[in-house]
Structure formats: C-alpha cells, structure tokens
C-alpha cells in the first residue's frame, strides 16, 4: 500500500513539475492585444473604455528572440512603436518608444501616462495583465 501511494506521489509530482506555465513565457506576448481595463493600484478603481470613444487601444507584440522583441500600436488618437525585453520570471521593460503627439482621449491617456511597464502575466480568462508603477492594464486577445 505504501509502495502504491509513494507511486502515485510521485508521479503527481512528475506531471507537475511538466505543466507549462505560460504566465511568464515572452512567445505568449505575441500577437494583437486590446485594452480592456484599466485599474487603480492605489484606489482598486477600475475603467473601461467609455461609450463615446469609438477608437481601441491596440497593441501588437513581435518576439525578435528569447527576450526581446518589438511593438507597434495606436490608441484612439495616435500610433506608436518600439521595442521591448522580457525575463523568463515575467518583467517587462519598454527599451524605446515612438509616439504621434495628437491630441488624446482619456482612455489613450490612460495607455501613455501608464508605459513604465514593470511586469507582465496571463490572467485566468486569457488576459494580458501589464503592471505599471500606478496601473494595472488589462488586454485581450484580438
């Protein structure tokens, strides 16, 4: 019986330390990403795009190796693009942005004032959740 429970232990063990965790991989970053959510470190506020912005704040990832790779986007008023590196843990650092200067709409302002991006992860729903110093930013896959 204990030869039986040791087996099942360690095989439990064994499919354990093999399951992929896909929060802290940089070839999940990815792809075409839309800002879904924004809240408040601080205050737990939560925003969502309003109603009367037609516009998206969309983001595209590109991995150009392991740890780093390159970005481009627009929010509702402006485009940018610049680069990015990531660790195997999940930080995230934008090395260099490109940005029009139009005026903005107070969702895409929540996207600029927020890119000293510290850490990155994959919520249970599939979510790319960016952290930044104030902010937490939620994206979803398009």
Same mark, same amino acid.
């Given at each position: 019986m204990r030869r039986y429970l040791l087996c099942l232990? =360690?095989?439990?063990v064994l499919f354990a330390s093999c399951k992929k965790d896909s929060d802290s991989s940089p070839r @999940? =970053? %990815?792809g075409n990403w839309r800002?879904?959510? %924004? $809240? *408040?470190r601080a205050m737990g506020i939560i925003e969502t795009k309003? @109603?009367? #912005? %037609?516009? *998206?704040?969309e983001i595209s990832f590109e991995l150009s190796n392991l740890t780093k /790779?390159?970005?481009s986007g627009r929010t509702p008023s402006n485009q940018f693009s610049g680069n990015y590196s990531t660790t195997l843990d999940g930080d995230l650092s934008i090395d260099m942005i490109m940005i029009t200067d139009a005026g903005e709409t107070s969702w895409g302002n929540l996207f600029r004032n927020n890119? *000293? %991006?510290q850490h990155y992860s994959f919520n249970e729903?599939?979510? =790319?959740i #960016? /952290? $930044?110093t104030y902010k937490i930013l939620a994206f979803q896959r398009r």
């Open positions: 232990l =360690l095989l439990g @999940a =970053l %990815v800002m879904v959510q %924004v $809240t *408040d309003p @109603a009367n #912005i %037609v516009k *998206d704040v /790779g390159s970005f890119l *000293d %991006v729903q599939g979510q =790319l #960016i /952290g $930044t």
